[in-house]
């Protein structure tokens, strides 16, 4: 009698034994789908805070891309800078120099340019970034001329430009320059009210063509090759 009890409780002690396993086996994989549940969270919310610091918080400037447009333009036909700016109806012509001086912040205003687009004078300690920059996201004027002290050329269109010639800018933007795409270059939308259809600008330097047609690429591609790191300040 006594050995099958003991056989009876020798059992139940087993049986007791796999139940507590399991429960710890189960407990386990409840801690683990915890943690991994955290972890999950804390990466969504690394991601989501890395997008707005990316994005500036969706309120501020995005400042100047490299460019991306495929939009086609016309092959280089002609390559004599005066022939291209006279069969594009462009004007050109040389200023004298405004001054070089500094203003005394990156808000101070300079409302004493003599040409527009302004080609020199007082600017502001910052130059613009070199880039492409959405139309309502240019760079103040006294920041483009201190890129221009520094040797860019700027090309400006004038507000109200079809999306498609934008377009196209970009692609002239991105043709190689000494070799490069997009070298020393500034793309925007002008915000000074000049008088053309498309300026490209130059430090004491403007191309202003009334009008956007095929040969205003060349008159361009042209005042590029001869102006580009001729500001009295060169910075690579």
């Known amino acids: 009698m006594s050995s ?3 056989e009876k409780e020798r059992r139940r ?26 972890v999950l969270g804390l990466a969504a919310i690394v991601a989501v805070v890395a997008a707005i610091a990316a994005g500036g918080g969706g309120d501020d ?13 016309p092959a280089r036909q002609i390559s004599d800078f005066n022939a291209a700016v006279a069969a594009a109806g462009c004007t050109f012509k ?4 405004e001054g070089r001086s500094h203003l005394n912040s990156d808000s101070a205003v300079n409302n004493n340019y003599k040409t527009n687009p302004p080609t020199s004078g007082a600017h502001r300690p910052t130059p613009a970034a070199d880039g492409v920059y959405s139309p309502g996201d240019e760079p103040a004027k006294e920041n483009a001329v201190h890129a221009l002290e520094h040797g860019r ?21 991105n043709e190689p320059l000494k070799g490069v795409a997009g070298y020393h270059q500034l ?6 009210d000049m008088p053309g259809a ?27 090759e ?3 790191d001729k500001g009295p300040e060169l910075i690579p």
């Open 4 to 6: 099958r009890q003991e």
């Open 13 to 38: 002690q087993e049986r007791l034994e796999r139940e507590q396993a399991q429960a710890g086996k189960a407990a386990n994989r409840r801690r683990l789908q915890l943690v991994a549940g955290v």
């Open 61 to 73: 400037s995005s400042g100047p891309s490299s460019g991306s447009s495929s939009a086609k333009i």
């Open 94 to 97: 040389t200023y004298t120099s």
């Open 153 to 173: 050329i700027e090309m400006e269109y004038k507000k109200g430009t079809p999306q498609r010639q934008i377009d196209q800018l970009e692609t002239l933007f």
């Open 187 to 192: 793309l925007f939308q002008n915000n000074t």
């Open 198 to 224: 498309v300026a490209a600008v130059a430090w004491t330097q403007l191309l202003s063509c009334p009008t956007f047609t095929d040969k205003t690429f060349d008159a361009i591609r042209a005042f590029r």
């Open 226 to 228: 001869r102006f580009v």
